[in-house]
């Protein structure tokens, strides 16, 4: 059965965090503070900006052109982990793996709990590395227990490699979260995540007369 392979687009630029460059709180004077401050600010806002210029370079047809954008933006902040993810992305659009991978390990450093960097490296790392990817879709789940995706590919790793009752687990955690995933489920692993019947209700009961002795 084909592995569905899905990924978010060019990710977060609206939410870019302002602010990503952190300093340690001094004492006063806050003037020389304040102009020491500044700059990083004015990169990270910068940075920021062009985080959204890539996502219209994007939605126009150029990611070449958005991936140009992207790495002025982590020239300018090294620590945007939305930058570094957003390149990654470009890179597995166009079937650049490694230089995929290497932007994913990037963002994760800033934010080993990141969940769509976590699946996206699970999932191109998957075919040649399947006990990494199981761990990178594991982190992915801890801090997204909902990510329907992560737990299917996680069964699927699971089911190759014999773990059937952990794979079936997994499989009905996805189902559960999306019923749509169902059809991707291998078909010896389909019953297993059917919802339950609904119980019928009980008959409703008679009410005794009263002074019945029945």
């Given at each position: ?21 952190v300093?340690?709180l ?7 503070r304040?102009s ?106 801890a ?11 996680l069964?699927?790793i ?41 119980p ?15």
């Amino acid at each position: 059965m084909k592995r569905t392979r899905l990924w978010a687009g060019i990710a977060g630029l609206a939410a870019a965090c302002a602010g990503v460059a952190v300093w340690a709180l001094q004492p006063l004077p806050a003037p020389a503070r304040e102009s020491k401050a500044s700059p990083a600010r004015l990169r990270t806002q910068e940075a920021s900006a062009l985080l959204q210029a890539a996502l219209v370079q994007q939605n126009q047809g150029d990611p070449k052109g958005a991936a140009r954008t992207l790495g002025r933006a982590v020239e300018l902040d090294p620590h945007n982990k939305l930058a570094w993810y957003d390149l990654g992305v470009i890179a597995q659009q166009e079937g650049r793996t490694a230089d995929a991978v290497a932007s994913y390990d990037k963002a994760l450093k800033i934010d080993p709990a990141f969940p769509s960097a976590l699946f996206n490296e699970a999932v191109l790392i998957e075919p040649a590395e399947p006990d990494r990817a199981a761990g990178l879709l594991r982190r992915a789940i801890a801090a997204r227990p909902e990510a329907a995706t992560a737990h299917l590919h996680l069964g699927r790793i699971l089911a190759d490699q014999g773990r059937t009752d952990e794979a079936a687990q997994e499989f009905g955690r996805a189902v559960a979260a999306d019923p749509a995933l169902r059809s991707h489920v291998p078909e010896q692993f389909r019953d297993s995540t059917s919802p339950a019947p609904t119980p019928a209700p009980p008959p409703a009961s008679t009410p005794t007369p009263a002074g019945s002795t029945r």
